[in-house]
């Protein structure tokens, strides 16, 4: 490494936010997959209450086709035909074309098997809910919330600019890369405090148990299976984010960021006038 | 450069592949650990832990009105037990039908069901939510759990009420009679009653005629259908399987079925 480049270091990523991010990896790959595995036990959502008296906006399933079925997606009223990967799928135990909603290298565990499936999903939530839970607390204890998460005024004055830098992948280098930028600031902002809570509030809303805390209050969500409904939208919101996520990271210097993610540091990317 | 690029790529593209290969792997391996899978079912002590401190013993489940009632109630399980001596009392119109409920209480006793139909009766409109992800919503009329329990008397050291069913399941080498269990809490829990009336008339035979039980505030595998028999006990691991309920032993559901 040379003189500029070890001048360009910087300690990033404090050692309790490196924990809890790499928790979070794990709960959330988790929690998705065996997730899936729990929606094919029942691949309908609806909005509202009951199930029964309402059509489903989604169904994933498989109609006849000729002498056999083919895997068909429906989104409210219109088909599209996901065979080989939504509907009918290739079993991962023999090989077959198999009817299920979901297919088996995208479920936990691989087989259908539901009782198995909400042992993970139940399992991991807590571990999920508990990291989470520390991670907020350690945000506010440590100042990281304020420091490098809220964006400052002029950050958010530059929001036009930032915006237009990520659509044309210019990356900040040098000073400039030290902090989040304000795009990423809102993001991870949407992400930890609405869109992993909804998540969370909407798994509860499933639970019969925990409907009669406040009796009711399943309501705000528009009912049981309005929360089934928020439930799998949040978690295909979630897939979004680490997609752009994992691309930004791999466009904007996949090793720099990953190393940081591990060890803590982190190198400025160089500016381009310094550049030899 | 383009092709280290290249080859950057690829090698992270085998990497994933590789990744998601083992994991997935790592996953159903884990899957049959007992040992493992009894790590990840301790979570359902947490959850009820966690349930019984934030929510009230007696915290209400939600009632509907008249107008939410769900046309058609679903049927999920047996829906006509195939078992003789239930067909033999369907035939008579249940008129030799008799709930046992014996176990730990002070006097065992058997009712009829012109017995239980006589006696103070609950209406109510609830949603249930099946563990598969569907809710229907009926209302049901019966007789609170709570009040047949005063008539026999429950001794002190009874913890469970174990509900025996008429209905033989097969599933998987497993083929017996459904029976499921629930803890005092949720058994003297006002709006846990046993049902002989859904949507305004006579509990229909693929809804558990002609008792079925209801337990609000939990999934619907509890909601034991064609009662016999209801047992008081201290421990569950001497009664059938040792889990508590037909799902449990056979196919390894929680007993806690509050989430």
Request: aromatic content about 10%; hydrophobic content about 45%.
């Amino acid at each position: 490494m040379d003189a500029a480049e070890e001048a360009r270091r910087i300690y990033r990523h404090r050692w309790p936010v490196r924990l809890m991010h790499w928790i979070n990896v794990v709960c959330l790959t988790i929690l998705l997959m065996s997730g899936l595995n729990i929606f094919n036990a029942h691949p309908a959502l609806y909005w509202g209450e009951d199930s029964i008296g309402s059509r489903p906006w989604l169904v994933i399933t498989a109609v006849p086709s000729g002498s056999g079925v083919v895997g068909v997606t429906q989104i409210a009223g219109h088909q599209f035909v996901t065979d080989g990967v939504l509907g009918v799928s290739r079993s991962s135990v023999n090989g077959a074309m198999m009817q299920r909603a979901f297919p088996s290298w995208a479920t936990i565990p691989g087989a259908r098997w539901l009782s198995m499936a909400r042992h993970w999903h139940l399992f991991f939530a807590w571990l999920f809910v508990v990291n989470g839970l520390a991670y907020v607390l350690y945000t506010l204890a440590s100042g990281h919330l304020r420091r490098d998460l809220v964006p400052t005024r002029a950050e958010w004055r530059g929001i036009g600019r930032s915006l237009k830098d990520h659509l044309l992948f210019r990356h900040p280098t040098g000073e400039a890369a030290r902090r989040y930028n304000v795009l990423q600031n809102l993001t991870y902002l949407a992400v930890i405090f609405v869109l992993l809570p909804l998540v969370v509030l909407a798994g509860m809303a499933m639970s019969p148990m925990l409907d009669s805390a406040l009796t009711g209050w399943v309501e705000w969500l528009g009912g049981r299976q309005s929360a089934r409904t928020l439930h799998f939208l949040a978690a295909i919101a979630l897939v979004l984010f680490v997609l752009v996520h994992v691309f930004e990271v791999i466009v904007s210097g996949a090793w720099n960021h990953l190393r940081s993610m591990i060890t803590g540091y982190y190198t400025l990317p160089a500016d381009k006038k310094e550049a030899p | 450069m383009k092709r280290t690029d290249d080859d950057r790529r690829r090698a992270l593209r085998i990497a994933a592949a590789a990744g998601g290969t083992l994991l997935l792997g790592a996953c159903d391996k884990l899957s049959s650990s007992p040992s493992f899978v009894g790590l990840l079912k301790s979570a359902q002590h947490l959850s009820r832990t966690a349930h019984k401190a934030v929510v009230g013993r007696r915290a209400m489940a939600q009632e509907f009105a008249e107008s939410d009632v769900t046309p058609g109630f679903r049927s999920n399980g047996t829906t006509m037990p195939r078992d003789t001596d239930y067909r033999a009392l369907l035939q008579g119109g249940f008129v030799d039908w008799r709930l046992g409920v014996d176990g730990l209480v002070e006097r065992p006793a058997a009712f009829s069901l012109t017995h239980l139909r006589a006696m103070p009766s609950r209406t109510q409109i609830t949603r249930h939510d099946c563990v598969e992800g569907w809710s229907a919503i009926g209302k049901w009329k019966g007789v609170p759990l709570r009040h047949l329990l005063a008539q026999v008397g429950v001794l002190p050291q009874a913890r469970y009420v174990v509900f025996h069913c008429a209905d033989s399941m097969s599933e998987g080498s497993r083929d017996s009679r459904y029976y499921e269990s629930v803890d005092l809490d949720e058994a003297l829990h006002v709006q846990t009653i046993l049902a002989y009336e859904l949507n305004g008339a006579p509990l229909p035979v693929a809804n558990g005629a002609p008792l079925r039980a209801r337990i609000e505030r939990q999934l619907g595998y509890k909601h034991a259908k064609y009662l016999m028999r209801i047992e008081l006990a201290e421990r569950l691991d001497a009664i059938r399987g040792g889990q508590g309920g037909f799902w449990e032993d056979s196919e390894g559901y929680e007993w806690y079925a509050g989430i």
